[in-house]
């Protein structure tokens, strides 16, 4: 409250609040009106994400960074526990919060089969495991358990899942995927409506839904289109196919 009080006395009685900060203002009206606010600078911030590591006051205040992520073993420190990581992200999400602007950060993490980098965290199958089982209410019962685990440690968004198609043994990331075939990819997405929440009928297609801030997160479908068909099954290499192949395997996909 004085916090608030002493922003109300800087601004002046006669002076609202800017429509950004507007939380019942349409979303397209605060987008328009907090990019007309933002240099070109703080634009290509916000379109950056940092590894923890790196995450400095300065990066966060200064430049206004709009992501950051804990890369594969990066931790607070050995053995963290929950509260470990939410007291690291709350200390970011402040330091973001002092920026110009004020616009927070999403804190992302590779929570593919589980709150994976957490010490004590539950760890469940592998995707090329839940293929196998063909479960799909099991793969939203794990999105739901996941969703909860990574938002006790303050984090926002899970890089999951991942709906590579692997076309190649040799791809040394095969596990990865739930299958070589794009249909049962598909069917085992239910994970996403596990981690986000079910929308209801009537929510606009296209527009980002989470059902609770509290006991959700956001999911993110990955990698890049036809990464799971790379010739000789370089990682990160080269996928060659027609255009009517990679559709016909990609098309299926939500």
Request: proline fraction near 6%.
């Amino acid at each position: 409250m004085a916090a608030a009080a002493a922003a109300r006395s800087q601004q002046g009685d006669d002076e609202a609040p800017p429509l950004y900060k507007d939380a019942s203002a349409p979303v397209e009206a605060r987008v328009r009106d907090l990019l007309g606010r933002m240099t070109l600078q703080e634009k290509a911030a916000q379109m950056a994400q940092i590894e923890r590591t790196v995450a400095s006051p300065r990066a966060l205040t200064e430049l206004a960074a709009g992501s950051v992520l804990n890369g594969g073993g990066s931790a607070p420190h050995d053995r963290a526990s929950p509260a470990d990581w939410a007291h690291m992200v709350d200390g970011m999400q402040r330091l973001a919060l002092s920026s110009r602007l004020a616009v927070p950060i999403l804190f992302g993490t590779d929570a593919v089969h589980g709150h994976s980098n957490v010490y004590g965290a539950t760890i469940f199958p592998h995707n090329v495991g839940l293929g196998a089982s063909r479960d799909v209410d099991l793969a939203h019962k794990i999105g739901e358990a996941t969703a909860l685990e990574v938002r006790a440690t303050g984090i926002h968004w899970a890089f999951a899942p991942c709906v590579a198609v692997c076309r190649d043994p040799r791809w040394g990331r095969c596990y990865e995927s739930y299958s070589e075939d794009p249909e049962i990819v598909r069917l085992l997405t239910t994970i996403v409506t596990g981690l986000q929440g079910q929308p209801p009928a009537d929510h606009p297609h296209g527009y980002l839904f989470l059902a609770s801030a509290r006991e959700n997160v956001l999911a993110c479908a990955k990698h890049f289109l036809g990464d799971g068909g790379t010739d000789k099954g370089v990682n990160e290499g080269n996928t060659i196919c027609s255009y009517e192949d990679l559709e016909g395997i990609q098309a299926t996909l939500p």
